[in-house]
Each structure stands twice: as C-alpha cells, then as structure tokens.
C-alpha cells in the first residue's frame, strides 16, 4: 500500500486557501474592523518574541519529521533484512534470542563506517522507524508525511506575513 503519493502538492490544505485568502482580504481592507483587528494582532505576534519561538519550533518539527520519514525509508530499504529480523523477534515470535551480530546482515555498516556515532545512530533509528511503521500498517510515514506538509504551510504562510507586513520605520532627518 502506498500512503504517500507522488502527487503530494495534494495534500496541501483547504485551511491554508482559506488562511491566504482571508490574509488577502484582510490587507486589501475587504473584511472591515475584523480586518483591521486581524492585521494588528497578526503584526504583535508576528513580530514578537511569540513569533521567534514559533519559527523555532517550526523548523525543529520540520527536522523531526523530515529525518523521520528519512529514517523509516531507509530502514525499509538498506537494513530491510535487519529490520525483518528485529519485526520477527519482537512482535511475530517473541523471541530475542534469535538476534545476535552473526545473524545481521548490514551491522557491518555500522562497524566499517568513519562515523561510528552517526552510522550507530542511523541504523537504530532506522530500523526502529522501519518497524513502528510496518507495526502500524504504512500508517505513522503517512501521517508525518502529512505533519511535514502541514509544518511547511504554516512556516509558508508564518514567514509571508512577516516578510509583507514589515512595520514601515520612518526616520526624521
């Protein structure tokens, strides 16, 4: 099954259509004092140290479910057999016996690799990702796949506003 489509500009939301079009009405003075309302306090948070922060965590969740969906493609296809053989362990027979490093096929990645550190961190986070969501059914790529769109509309429309709403500073000679 596949969640994730190649037509993913899809998944771009009706909210953000509606988001941009009531932004528009509201700078072309459209909506009347709702408008005005709007725009000042857009500008308050916008420009404030709320907004600061909400780029911040905007661009962390763009990190987290990025490397996620990263993670769980990789564990799906370079430590596919690994990731199989942990599935069949944990969930299927119970039994964590059956994994040692004779029985890995890709461990040696992690062991010729220069970066041992990143190279450990990737194959773990790989094929626990890989697992969480075969355990699912394809449904948590799916879902940050979402998530990831959803993050880059808001930061989209977030950096939008501050960019065309710039306070205009006047400065006397």
Partial sequence: MEYVSDHWLGNFGLITGLGIIILILARKERLG??????????????????????????VLSLLYFGSSIFFMERGESIFSEDKTM???????????????????KNIQIVYDSENRIYSTFDYAFSITYAIMNEFSGGWLEHLYFILLVEQVEFLGIFLFCRIHSRPIISVHA
């Fill in 86 to 104: 942990f599935y069949d362990a944990i969930v299927s027979k119970n039994d964590l016996n059956q994994i040692n490093p004779n029985n890995l």
């Fill in 33 to 58: 004092k709702i408008g005005s309302i709007l725009e000042k306090q857009m500008k308050k948070t916008i420009f404030g140290k709320t907004g600061k922060f909400v780029i911040g965590i905007s």
